[in-house]
């Protein structure tokens, strides 16, 4: 069992900066893949980025390509998703999540574990 705890959401104004926290309970994070999933209102939770289980591999949605930044450190049990460069569409909430899976599902229901998500507003 693997519990997610996300944080470092908030208010910002467009072209700035957000740095986002997820951390890990239990001993087996650094054999899960990582991500990070956003959902806006009245939208589908969407891929946002993707990290694999030693840090050497990542992905992200054309979206946010170039602005977001996924790493993790094992050590710490945390994942993280550096922003900059925000834009009023980024405006969602923001989930953690992990999965033993083999590749970076788009469909979030297909990772074993999320959390309860951060909200982050960008404004213009």
């Known amino acids: 069992q693997v519990q997610l705890v996300e944080s470092g959401g908030g208010l910002v104004q467009a072209g700035g900066s957000l740095r986002l926290s997820c951390a890990a309970s239990?001993?087996?994070?650094?054999?899960?893949?990582m991500g990070w999933f956003r959902q806006a209102p009245g939208k589908e939770r969407e891929f946002v980025a993707g990290?694999?289980?030693?840090?050497?591999?990542?992905s992200y949605a054309d979206s946010v390509k170039g602005r977001f930044t996924i790493s993790r450190d094992n050590a710490k049990n945390t994942v993280y998703l550096q922003m900059n460069s925000l834009k009023p569409e980024d405006t969602a909430i923001y989930y953690c999540?992990?999965?033993?899976?083999?590749?970076?599902?788009?469909?979030?229901?297909?990772?074993?574990?999320w959390g309860q998500g951060t909200q982050v507003t960008v404004s213009s």
């Open positions: 999540q992990a999965g033993m899976i083999p590749r970076y599902y788009l469909d979030y229901k297909r990772w074993d574990y």
């Open positions: 239990g001993r087996t994070f650094s054999n899960h893949v």
């Open positions: 990290i694999s289980r030693s840090g050497g591999s990542t």
